[in-house]
């Protein structure tokens, strides 16, 4: 029985991540996927609006589940009682950052991580990037789940 | 149940390879080590001893086992039945190669690849130099399995 | 007046090669597509064959023509009468290379090279995969013209 | 006709900016660079100040024009009637975040993202270590225009 | 006879700097630390204790000198007479920032940059991640010298 | 007393080569260039001239000296008493690959390898594109020394 967790900002959740936790729940008995939060900075969403959006975009998962975590990633694995953190990977740029936090993980607690590649079509897309067009009015409706273009429009137009 | 697949030529098997076969028989329910071979052209090791070197490495994980396949990585998986391809992964330029081998596996078979990362104090280490050094008579003994020093050993003294 | 060129192997031409041309014949006055060979080593499909696959998949695009050289790129970029040579570009890895004999090529004749990204839904196809894929019979419909793909089952069944 | 667009914050404009602008003029018909700016933020040199060097700096080349505006580069892209936007790249790193932003641009506004390799003598010169080096009564005249030195001697001697 | 410096924030020193310092100081005649800090800015340790760290740790390599500057890396090279730059390298993302780093200061001053790969097993420590994990509780003991180990301990539990 | 080696097939000696040379014999007391060659497989030119180029090229510098080694680069350096390996450093990609060989070579060996950025206008230059080019009678006088230049006019002549 492998527990794996999967963990992000999801500040909205789009498309690539999606991807990662359809592959990750194929793959993995039991996944959590974990957002990230820090208590001394909201946001773009509040955290209870981004955990309703994935609440409401992987609802159909029934090996997945919800929850969030503030501090460190190996921290939340820990007291979850996962042994793989599971993260997508894009590019080459990404790998070297994310190799480091991986090895660094691991030799301070032992939690394993995996990297899964972003499916092509998804590849380029960003939370930030997101963020920062559908503030300016941009059409993102292609990068994320219907759900999270309503709530983006809605938090634009305010 | 996922049944996960860890191909390569393992022309020596090496510490870097062992480690990606503890982590991936942590992870997944059953892990089949293939070590792929062409049939038109001889290895360092014959494809016999290849097997018979992982087999005596790996022996002691239950939910492991070792074969061999020639042809096309993702038809060796669907004649397998595994659904996931484990890859080891060094460095930024083996990831370039190896997410356009994965995504090109996906879109023409539906079988995902998972990479993992190499541990640190062995994230250099590739059957290439092995052989390479090893054929100069340098001492590899530190880079693999005591039985696969020995192979090296007497295969260069022949 | 810009005569741009696009230089490769095209063996055989994707949907990764066609998406390239179809954003120089957007941006250029002219784009000449260059099928490089070597005159000492066939190709798998003969040079005849994909000039004819280029011909019918590119037809459509009327600031378009198709030609071939033997040799080095900027010799035919010079004798063709482009200053611009485009190349698509996927990665980091392939970046790295294309930078050095872009710079090595501007060094020497003057010729500029300037990088598309390729479009992320096609960011993994290659030539080389798909000669790979289908010569062990798998389906690489999706990653080549209708025409391609027709000429690489006649080629395989023979 | 193709109408390009360079965007950058030319905070200052340096030797490396102006190969890419003679590269695009030649290229393009028409070319325009130009300076995005945060209203809600000062740069090293005002706006009007950016301006003004890029002015005096590439006032020789007859199709290129010089603007300013805030927001999306795409935004900007669309509201000038420019269908290629052009960025200068230097290394592998540079070219996996550019990578994203083109793919991003162009899945939000279908305007097309083309990378010029930099010269390699001026691979290196980047306005931030410019700015640096300049406010440390470092000598930087080898990497902008002379105007540019000028301005910047007197902005530190200030 | 060659003076080299390293230079870095050191903030604070672990594995891999010490490391590094071991290399350089086997390699060239004379070998000055130099801990680089921002008046305007406090690091997580005070610059003072920074460098009783440095001192404890390298107390024993008699060619090594610790010192502190702060401004431009070049800038202390010239002043402390030293000719090459010594840092440490760990991967592709690392190499293209430093040696845009480099290139600017050699352009600048004439002072040559020379790379050190970090030890494999050392490869992925980074005083952020330290800094990080030890704030929250972590162990990093394996990371850093065992007087560094105690000092962030007090620190924490303050 | 460092003695440092430079190890390379100089097939032929370039620009970017003489830069190393030169950075390599102002740090370290003392500099071995050596021609590694394989005895089973001839150059472009042979063994006896590439040592005569880099005679002829290198021979103002004092404290240089040239050889030429078969088999593995880490056991000329045992022989010739060397403890640094100098590798020029192009880009990021180079690195991942020399990083690898770095790492072997300190665990198989215990010598050190360290690397030297190339000046950024020979960033670009590299022995192979130089044989391709001036094989199809183009000018690479701008990338290798004089003599060499003449050397390459003459077997292309042949």
């Known amino acids: 029985m492998t527990?794996?967790?999967y963990p992000g900002?999801?500040?909205p959740v789009h498309v690539g991540h999606v991807d990662i936790v359809e592959i990750a729940a194929a793959a993995?008995?039991?996944v959590i996927v974990v957002t990230m939060y820090n208590p001394a900075k909201d946001g773009f969403f509040p955290l209870a609006q981004r955990?309703?959006?994935l609440e409401a975009t992987l609802g159909h998962l029934h090996n997945v589940s919800i929850t969030s975590a503030a501090g460190l990633v190996v921290d939340a694995a820990c007291d979850l009682g996962a042994t793989v953190i599971v993260k997508g990977i894009r590019s080459a740029t990404d790998l070297d950052v994310e190799l480091q936090m991986a090895q660094t993980n691991k030799a301070v607690s032992g939690v394993q991580t995996m990297f899964v590649p972003t499916e092509p079509d998804h590849s380029?897309?960003?939370s930030r990037f997101i963020r920062e067009i559908a503030s300016h009015g941009g059409d993102v409706s292609a990068l994320v789940p219907p759900l999270v273009a309503e709530a983006l429009a809605r938090k634009v137009s305010e």
């Open 124 to 126: 380029f897309v960003s």
């Open 51 to 53: 955990r309703e959006l």
């Open 9 to 11: 900002s999801f500040d």
């Open 3 to 5: 527990r794996a967790m």
């Open 28 to 30: 993995f008995d039991e």
